[in-house]
């Protein structure tokens, strides 16, 4: 499970671009912060007032002063700036998140995304999700492809509270990666050796393949 998941943080590193300014949500997508190459400049921004996050502290030089949305301890890069709450989500809402890294719980066939909550089970809040799928200029979702009970977390409608409808621009999965067009849900990659015959039977929604899939 380790080498799977560590597979979707790698794929997930190659949608971060030179200059971004990019979100990464609670959870695996904090990890990505990780694997980010040093070559790459790129500004991480955390919705609870930090703009400029580095890699998690090696073991002993951690700061509790410095955290991430999710309570995390962390870095910071040079050049690292600290603001209020209002600040932080004036540049979500602003249009100034040009990539959002999210978990999710469930995505649907036609980029529904539900990601905050399950019914019954104590939560704290919403967080930023809602604000990031649509402020933010591009929205990929990384999670698993199944849940624990090995039913798929891709579904033809999401049976769970929406954080948002028509959001996600790109899907990936510990066994493949999916675009959202105009014409229904994509498959344009497979990880870790999974077959297109492995995909569909643990894929709830309908999709159609890339003519140029990629496979890994």
Known sequence: MRDRRLAIIKRAVKE???????????????????????????????????????????EGEE????????????????????????ESFAMIRGGHIDLAILGGMEVSKDGDLANWMIPGKMVKGMGGAMDLVNGAKRVVVIMDHVNKYGESKIKSQCTLPLTGKNVVNRLITDLAVFDFKNEGMVLIETLNNATIDEIKKKTEAPFSIATELVVH
């Not at 301890?73 to 050049?79: A, S």
């Open 63 to 86: 700061d509790a002063d410095l955290i991430n949305a999710g309570k995390e301890t962390i870095t910071t890069v040079p050049g690292a700036s600290f603001f209020d709450s209002a």
């Open 16 to 58: 971060i671009k030179d200059g971004m300014n990019v979100n990464l949500g609670i959870g695996m997508p904090t990890l990505v912060a990780n694997e980010i190459p040093s070559d790459i400049r790129v500004l991480l921004q955390s919705e609870n007032g930090l703009l400029g996050i580095g890699p998690y502290p090696i």
